[in-house]
């Protein structure tokens, strides 16, 4: 290798690790024609139901509202499957349930090959009977590819137990609608990049996902094909890179400023979204209208960008949606930010609005068929033309551009091992190769020539890849919205309570949301989280290669870690609730101990005997000899015993009401234990001082009945002669 040739390959990044290249043969783009352009759409949206939009809705009651994300979903596929009310629903019948998952591309059916049997034309029956053979056995192959749990979840091959709980949402994982009213799409690429190229592509599929974790998923395939009606009949490369660069944006990523104005007439028309087409148009079925009964026009930049910044007005700074996506997407109405807003909620039924969020950026994930094949031309020959710069540019879905290097060679350095498959790529040692595929955090490319790559491959990329791409878009938009519900579930939590007097209520509701997000994700992990889909080499090596680009294992570990912190917050309120329960069950026990002590002392009695008190100064009387002889001080005694018990009832009902406020135990304790106290050995030693200072003896007049007052004054004047005679006695005969 000379000086030169050594410089051009260092220029251009290529070393020992990607050799396989053949810089002389390398072609610029816009001199490679393109033989098939296939590209799969993938928009991932996340539906939640409005709750703070429903507490302004009288008619729905809360038993109604679905318990889960599965049950929402489901309730959805209800709709857009049999409206109930067609006048005041805005979902459309343009969507068609399809119970065979299986049947996710249009079918073939021995019905359309009877048709045509009543012609002449026998060439043309037997090629129908053999594509319905043909898609049979398609379908075969694309259900055996996969490992049974895999086969479980994407064609419901067993149907989910249903339950007879009235309480309990009837779920199923996956829900696949169809519409087939749109036949063609039209594409004016912007001036920049495509040169103003306008390109006719066909709609060969557009499906609509829903599954249970809160997804919606959009697939719309888009065709072209050398040689057909379509315009143009021919493609180039460098068109091919333009056209995947500006079809995916859903709204314009930023404006295009000119850098001259010639007047101010220009300066609207100078004004363009960058990175986009110029116009999308949708050619509609003749018998078939819109879903939206009176599509938008594409708004002006300037207006567009006004609405888009404008925070006052109802779209609160959200980004508008292209018209063409708008119509797609409908009944769902996605928005990308996180205020709530009347203007984005698509009802079901009458009075259960939800909402329905972008969650990424304005680039829908994409996966892109490239076939280089020509007449008279092998595949590796084929390849050989392309350059590390525009397989760079293949790969990231970036436009064309005239550099010989999208990005500077040494960021590059690893481009070939970590982003591509090259099991069939070109080599020497397997010259009848000709594929190479290529992965991206939002793409997944396949380009190659030849009649394998072009009639076995092809179907390959539609059904095997698609259901793998299906898996890793559902996956990381699933984890997104785990992560954006549990964001929304902490900002309500932080907004409702209160630091100074926290309201249980908000407790609760803070602990049944991380609670029911906590069970969601164990059914995630369980359910749809999906490391091995088959046992064959070549889809676990692809497989795990996209995961990696995508990065669904680190993102997994980082909303793992996230549900854990909201769990492990959720264990200290719980300890702390236990700590404060004991500390309450202490104060009980402390005015319990007080009590026992005091009947103790008294006895049991007092509670129901009259005139019980049997004071301990008197040691020579008997139980009941000398006690109060006026009722106040009977009360008084058991109005202290009663202001005890009913001071400790009150003490802990108000403990246990102020409990949650912000001061530690220790202080609540305290405070309230120290004030009780204090006024408790205040009356309880006013009263003994009273009762020491001022005994009483019982009186004959305190008997309520004439009978009862003349039995007690004999027996207290019969008592007082004894002791009176007892006391005149001599000393030497008194007993101590």
């Keep these: 290798m000379d000086r030169k040739t050594w410089a051009e390959s260092q220029l251009l990044g290529l070393n020992e690790n990607n050799n396989n290249y053949q810089p002389d043969k390398w072609s610029q783009n816009r001199g490679i024609s393109v033989r098939t352009f296939r590209q799969i759409l993938i928009w991932p949206l996340f539906v939640e139901l409005d709750r703070q939009a429903l507490k302004n809705e009288k008619a729905v009651h809360e038993d109604d509202l679905p318990q889960s994300l599965a049950g929402l979903m489901s309730k959805i596929a209800q709709e857009l499957q049999s409206p109930k009310d067609k006048s005041a629903s805005s979902f459309s019948s343009a969507w068609r349930k399809e119970e065979d998952l299986l049947e996710h591309i249009e079918k073939r059916s021995e019905e359309s090959a009877a048709q045509t049997a009543e012609t002449n034309n026998e060439a043309e029956n037997k090629r129908r009977k053999a594509d319905c053979i043909k898609h049979e056995n398609d379908k075969y192959a694309e259900f055996v590819f996969f490992h049974e749990v895999i086969q479980d979840f994407l064609y419901q091959r067993r149907p989910i137990s249903s339950t007879n709980r009235p309480n309990r949402d009837a779920v199923s994982r996956l829900h696949l609608f169809k519409r087939d009213d749109i036949t063609q799409l039209k594409v004016k690429l ?51 890179e333009s056209l995947t660069d500006q079809l995916r944006r859903c709204y314009s990523p930023f404006v295009h400023l000119p850098f001259k104005l010639s007047s101010k007439a220009d300066e609207e028309e100078s004004y363009r979204s960058g990175l986009c087409p110029e116009q999308v148009d949708l050619i509609f079925s003749p018998s078939r209208t819109p879903i939206l009964k009176q599509p938008k026009q594409r708004l002006a930049v300037i207006e567009e960008r006004r609405q888009a910044l404008d925070d006052s007005g109802k779209h609160k700074r959200s980004p508008q949606l292209f018209p063409h996506w708008q119509e797609l997407i409908a009944p769902f109405n996605p928005v990308n930010v996180s205020q709530s807003d009347q203007a984005y909620m698509t009802t079901i039924g009458k009075g259960m609005p939800f909402t329905c969020r972008h969650i990424m950026d304005e680039r829908i994930p994409i996966m892109t068929f490239l076939s280089l094949s020509k007449q008279n031309c092998d595949g590796p020959s084929c390849l050989s033309t392309v350059s590390r710069g525009d397989w760079v540019r293949l790969c990231f879905a970036d436009g064309s551009g005239a550099d010989p290097m999208p990005y500077n060679p040494l960021f590059l350095r690893d481009f070939e091992e970590k982003h591509c498959y090259d099991r069939f790529f070109l080599s020497p040692a397997t010259p009848d190769k000709a594929v190479r595929l290529m992965f991206a955090s939002y793409a997944f490319t396949t380009v190659g020539a030849g009649d394998y790559f072009d009639n076995i491959l092809q179907e390959h990329f539609r059904r095997h890849y698609f259901q793998m791409s299906l898996l890793a878009y559902l996956e ?56 091995g889909i088959s046992n064959q080499v070549q889809p676990i090596e692809m497989y795990n290669q996209w995961r990696e680009v995508i990065g669904l294992n680190s993102l997994y570990e980082d909303v793992k870690q996230e549900l854990d912190t909201a769990t492990d917050f959720l264990l200290a309120i719980d300890q702390q609730q236990q700590t404060d329960s004991a500390a309450n069950l ?68 108000l403990y246990r009401l102020v409990g949650s406020s912000g001061r530690t135990i220790q202080e609540r304790f305290t405070s309230r234990a120290l004030k009780y106290g204090i006024i408790i050995s205040l009356f309880a030693a006013i009263f003994l001082g009273l009762w020491i200072k001022y005994p009483i003896s019982p009186s004959c007049e305190d008997s309520p009945s004439p009978q009862s007052r003349t039995q007690n004054c004999s027996q207290l004047l019969h008592t007082a002669d004894s002791d009176r005679k007892r006391d005149i006695r001599p000393k030497e005969n008194r007993h101590d």
């Design 586 to 653: 202490n104060v009980l026990a402390s005015l319990g101990l007080a009590a026992s002590l005091i009947f103790s002392f008294l006895g049991m009695n007092i509670l129901f005997q009259k005139n019980p008190i049997n004071p301990f100064w008197n040691d020579n009387s008997t139980f009941g000899s000398q006690s109060f002889s006026s009722a106040i001080w009977v009360d008084l005694f058991y109005g202290a015993i009663a202001f005890l018990v009913i001071s400790g009832i009150i003490y802990a009902v």
């Design 190 to 240: 912007a001036h920049d990049e495509g040169k103003g190229l306008e390109i006719t592509l066909d709609v060969d599929r557009c499906n609509l996902y829903l599954a249970s974790t809160g997804i919606v998923l959009l697939a719309l395939e888009v065709s072209w094909n050398e040689g057909s009606k379509n315009s143009p009949p021919v493609l180039s490369l460098a068109d091919v």
């Design 476 to 531: 990381h938009s699933t984890l997104l919205g785990f992560s954006k519900r549990l964001t929304n579930v902490v900002a309500s939590y932080e907004e409702d309570r209160n630091d100074k007097r926290p309201d249980p209520k908000v407790e609760q509701q803070f602990h049944r949301a991380i609670s029911d997000l906590k069970r969601e994700f164990l059914l995630y992990t369980h359910q749809y989280r999906f490391t």
